[in-house]
């Protein structure tokens, strides 16, 4: 079967640097996306790697490696804002996109 | 520009009954996907609609179904609702990888 692989909860301090992995197996590989969904709304796009390397985009950045499976999401000088629910999603050989179960974010003042 | 929206965005139902949601894409965007999202759990594919036809399918019964209107607005209709089928219901709008989401329609089955 196909899944997506990643922590149920991380909890870093503001200001601070966490890192979200994400392991996947999945029939094909079209690419991995991150999204961020905060309670109560809908998911928003963060970032997406087709290729292996690093992808950045402000406070946030993104990076895959496809031999190994796996991808992580890295974000830096975290505000109390970052705290919400963290998705990552490959887009398999059917071309559909396959979630992982996301990993809540928690950041202490 | 409206991006994506979605109605009702609470909806009550009974086991047995049926139900359509609404769907409206963002402005340019052509293909419009379903997604089931349960409760602490990452959005589940149920199927995406491109000029009017299904395209893809998730692993979602027969019961879920749904239409995309020449205009790109889409509905999703769900036939004898079981308990099981309570959810946030999100539709999605494409033209490439990037996926705008609308807000959800929260669907209670009692």
């Known amino acids: 079967g196909q899944s997506l692989e990643q922590p149920s909860e991380v909890t870093a301090v503001e200001g601070a640097i966490v890192q979200i992995n994400c392991t996947y197996q999945t029939s094909g590989f079209y690419g991995l996306s991150w999204y961020q969904q905060h309670d109560g709304g809908a998911p928003t796009f963060l970032s997406y790697?087709?290729l292996d390397g690093l992808e950045e985009t402000g406070r946030f950045s993104s990076f895959l490696s496809r031999s190994d499976s796996y991808g992580y999401l890295l974000l830096q000088e975290l505000q109390m804002k970052d705290s919400a629910s963290y998705f990552c999603a490959v887009r398999d050989s059917n071309y559909q996109l396959i979630w992982g179960a996301g990993t809540k974010l928690i950041i202490k003042p | 520009d409206a991006g994506v929206t979605q109605s009702p965005t609470h909806l009550i139902k009974t086991r047995g009954q049926q139900v359509t949601l609404r769907c409206s894409p963002k402005?340019?965007?052509?293909?419009v996907s379903w997604y089931q999202q349960a409760l602490g759990q990452g959005p589940q594919f149920i199927f995406q609609?491109?000029?009017?036809?299904?395209?893809q399918r998730g692993n979602f019964p027969d019961r879920f179904s749904g239409h995309q209107f020449p205009n790109y607005s889409s509905e999703l209709n769900v036939n004898a609702l079981l308990l099981g089928d309570s959810a946030l219901y999100l539709c999605a709008s494409s033209t490439s990888y990037e996926q705008y989401f609308g807000p959800g329609t929260r669907l209670t089955v009692t």
């Open positions: 790697n087709a």
């Open positions: 402005s340019g965007h052509d293909t």
């Open positions: 609609y491109y000029e009017e036809e299904e395209r």
